[in-house]
């Protein structure tokens, strides 16, 4: 995906106020797009631009965005995480808000930040600040703005997965269910749908048998389910149940839950061949 500042941006009307009343000024957001995302499923950042307009926000993408600096901070090297989270937040503090199709990156900017910049207090003060206007995509749909956004129809049965960070560092729950829900999507719920997929970034490296018994056990929960599709808001996550379902031979597409809250899900799904 370029990482260019994107143009449009629909502005907020309300038939109902008075001719003189001074019209809404629509946020300006910048999108997060993530690593994973921009190298590996470009469709997940348009369709958050496509959402994020629909809701009335002037949507950019800050060109001198990177990588969030997640794997070096788990990793101990604290020097690159601090020399990438100085630029990242260079980068995005001029803005109203910044979204992330990511409850792992998001959770990065808005609760490691401040931590790993905790040396130097300016960074820490700017950090912070960026943190108070962070937030993950489906959590900024209906939280902040409201469930306002259009969400196109969703026929078909979904399952979704929780991924560990939206869930535990954000409290990102119940709010991708509303927006399938406002869509008429019907969702079933797997078993132990809050557990662990088993990639965790570096984890799935670092252990990978334990890494693979645990997606394993979360592909069996999904084709319990009866599902056609899993939705997570987690690219990672879905890389790795996608690549388990297709080993397994299930017929279960994976696509990341804004794509079809968009509507965008006309494409192949991940690990589907185009």
């Known amino acids: 995906m370029r990482k260019a500042p994107l143009s ?3 502005k907020l009307s309300d038939p109902s106020s008075e001719a003189t ?3 809404s000024i629509p946020p300006r957001v910048a999108l997060f797009v993530t690593c994973l995302v921009d190298l590996f499923r470009p469709s997940v950042g348009f369709a958050a631009v496509k959402l994020l307009e629909q809701c009335g926000c002037v949507v950019e993408v800050p060109a001198a965005q990177t990588c969030c600096g997640q794997p ?5 090297d604290r020097n690159t995480a601090a020399a990438i989270a100085r630029d990242v937040v260079a980068a995005f503090e001029g803005f109203d808000y910044v979204v992330a199709p990511s409850g792992s990156c998001a959770a990065t900017l808005i609760k490691d930040y401040p931590e790993i910049l905790a040396r130097d207090l300016e ?6 600040a960026l943190a108070a206007k962070t937030h993950e995509l489906v959590s900024f749909l209906t939280d902040v703005r409201g469930l306002e956004c259009p969400i196109a129809p969703l026929p078909g049965r979904y399952t979704y997965h929780d991924s560990c960070s939206g869930l535990r560092s954000l409290g990102v729950k119940q709010q991708p269910r509303d927006l399938l829900a406002a869509g008429g999507a019907e969702l079933v719920e ?4 809050e557990v662990c997929c088993g990639f965790g970034g570096t984890f799935c490296v670092k252990y990978p048998d334990v890494s693979n018994a645990m997606v394993e056990r979360k592909s069996e929960a999904i084709v319990k389910t009866g599902a056609e599709t899993i939705l997570a808001g ?6 790795n149940i996608a690549g388990k379902l297709k080993r397994q031979g299930a017929e279960v ?10 509507g965008a899900a006309d494409h192949p799904a991940i690990g589907e061949e185009s």
């Open 190 to 193: 797997m078993d132990d749908a």
């Open 8 to 10: 449009g941006g629909m």
């Open 253 to 262: 597409s994976a696509r990341h839950v804004a794509e079809v809250l968009a």
């Open 72 to 76: 070096a901070w788990n990793s101990g």
């Open 123 to 128: 960074w820490k003060a700017r950090a912070v």
């Open 234 to 239: 987690d690219l990672g996550c879905l890389l």
């Open 21 to 23: 009343a001074a019209p």
